[in-house]
């Protein structure tokens, strides 16, 4: 008997089944200082605990991108170790914060399987969580991956596609309890624009580039313990389709968050990923700028502050976004366009 | 109306003008790690709490260079964003210790404006401070950079020069209230040198050499939140003056600091940077040497313990400093230097 | 006089002399995500502080190579910094675990001392041992270095060689007091696989590959604040024997401990090493694979619970383990062979 685990493979997996995924994760300040050093976040309610308590939170959380690369990290192994392609996220809802000495485990269940024509691959659709060491549930999402079958004569499931929704519709949005709008310094935040001086359809060009080091995405990938082979070995992936390390695809969207500060510094929570595409590949010496679109403005329950934006962030490599670079004429993507995310923020009105 | 910033020209500063610079940074644990990680940095009372205790400190408090990129990087998009050079630096004093968990913030006044006679840009002086969250300022200091101008019909301010500080003077210096030099160990500090052991003019090659790679001095400025475009986007640097990216000044500062080590092991606080030049450029791939030279041997007033000494280091590049790199015969710096500073440690009588 | 230490040479060591370590150093969160960050560590006992109460820890300890690093990093500046090679270690024994917040020092006594025949240098041996701030050990090894002599006319001191332990045996590895293995989460530990599922002789292929970045290795290696000038000093080693900057050979112990998680998830606990050889010297570029032998299953005296297993881990670069490489027809290692580590782990029953 093998002691080794080689993943799961299309055929491994049934709707219904659920997975708990290994190794749970607390998370410190130090995650905090790497998460900065990596990406140069700037956002003051996770860069300050003074911030973030004048507005409610009883500590600065952490980025909720970096919660997501946690979670996301552990499901790796049981859903995406034998994936040939990242498909697409939908309904990615951060709930509570999450504070230094959380401890953090994922779960996932299987919601759909759809073999491909071609024998060799099908789609898994698996809804993911993350959980806190109280219970409270922190993310959860649904992903779906084109997964490697084992064999080609292995079975085909009858096909099970969920209904996915478009957008987190408004209700689902997760506000912080006690978040008081009065307490937001905007000398301090960095911008004066607030959920008002947002309008559907105004563009947002980043400015900015910031070029990827190969000790930079494997020291991310490795620091949300994402065990996806293709990031870190490059005696292999020289061989590979690339003949490189391609960088995980969280680390483009970390960037593409981090650099949209410049023009969005007070949307200080990711609440909501309605949909995202990895729309290429991203590898060392890439240079990332990004570009932002609003969608919506978002008027939340119940509350008279903050507000929500629907926002679509695009990033790039190797293009400045002044042109808001997206598709080519024949519809398809541009090829220096590596994201296509649409997600929801919070912002104080 | 652009939701981002291009920062500010030599025609948007006035004297007088008050800057509150944005994103308070609340410093921990994990910067501590991480700078260690970044240099090397081996001196005591910052690596251990015991023995920082030991000499009468609550805590073992953050590496003061640590703390000057902090603050320094928050002044960088008002003050320096579209600088064409940093030109110096004076009369900077570390006040009170930072320890983990403080929450800095950064203001700048500008005290000082020379258009030069090209038209294209002017020079601007601020002073800039650090402030944690009780209030205490942890840092002071003036800098000066040389700006660009919008256009070139811009207006040409009556000049002000501020007069500046030759070296901060004994009785400025701040000294940590409750140290006790009984409490220091010479044996785990590393070296016996104390202050009357330092000789006026004396020199000391600090031997190694550390070679700068791009990961590192990108983590490191990221860190620090410094968003000076030049350290991070290759595809816009490629185009450049260099063709590559530009190592963050203060990066080598922190570099010769940990170097200097080797010969100034007990030196436990720089109080002061009297002046600092960056001479030449440093980049990745580059080696990085250093030299020190006694310059004053300082009693601080009404105190027994500890001593300040004033130093002047050099940093080179691909050189090592048996031979005291500093000026060519004509007068000028040679090639290999880096970084001339004159700055004050304290250290054990 | 001058002030910078050359570190000691064969002629400076004699039996029995004691050596005091220099720069305590406090342990802290930053120290463990940076340590994920470098590995990606999974061990769940050290990633989650839920996990180690769970099972009778008070909080995550650190990583036992992380502590073994730094205790190790203390003792260069006196040991090994004239080192022409680093040839063994023996009897090395974790004992107290270390938290968070943990200060530790370092001492080394000379136990053995041996000029070789050529005249140039000799083998030192040293007992090291890393002690925490209420004086508890929490390490302890013998390690032998080949240290070059200041002069050929120095004094041949008589050779003393000392007895060392082939192995530790089962009596002294320190178990943790209040372990109790029911607390053990098999599903969050990552693997099934218990004490009495391994089989001497059994062999596993750890599967994975890591690659070395330059940036990677200096950051560790100064996160350990190891001295060690061939880790970091291009500009040096472009003229020495490799032409390129050495990785810490502990860098390729932690890599080839990460990969083993996958086959041995729930070895908690690095408790002795036995022996252990860097057979070739690593770069940057390199991928290190790993592969392990099952040598022995050793019942721990007076205890149910948890178990020792003795494994052989073997690290090679740019081959993958699945033939198990290790030595030529010739018995030499095989070249892509650079580490064979003789070590004992604790895994619950």
Redesign the interface.
Known sequence: M?????GNFFEDFSVGQDL?H?????V???????Y???????F?VQ?????ARRIGYAD?PLDDLLVFHIVFGKTV?EVSLNAAANLGYAGMRFAAPVF??D?L?ARSTVIGLKENSNGKTGTVYVRSSGVN?TGQTVLEYVRWVMVKKRSLDGHAPEPVVPDLPEAVPAANLTVPEAFHGDGWDF?????L?RWG??EPG?K????????I????H??????Y???S?VH?????EKEGRFGR?IVYGGHVISLARALSF????NAFRVAAVNAGSHTAPAFA?D?VYAWSEVLERIELPGRDDPGALRLRTVATK?MPCSSFPLRAADGTYEKAVLLDLDYTVLIPR
Chains 1, 2, 3 share one sequence.
């Open positions: 093998t002691k080794t685990s080689a708990v290994a190794v749970p994760r607390t410190s300040a130090g995650d905090v200082s790497l900065t050093a990596l990406y140069g976040m700037r003051p860069s300050s605990t003074e911030f600065a192994p230094p000495g401890t485990t060491q000398d301090l935040s960095g911008e624009h001086d947002y105004e947002i060009d980043h400015v900015d580039g910031m070029t080091e190969e000790a930079e494997q020291i991310a990938a490795r620091l313990q994402n065990t082979k870190f070995n490059q005696h292999q390390r410049n023009g969005l510094a010496g240079t190797d």
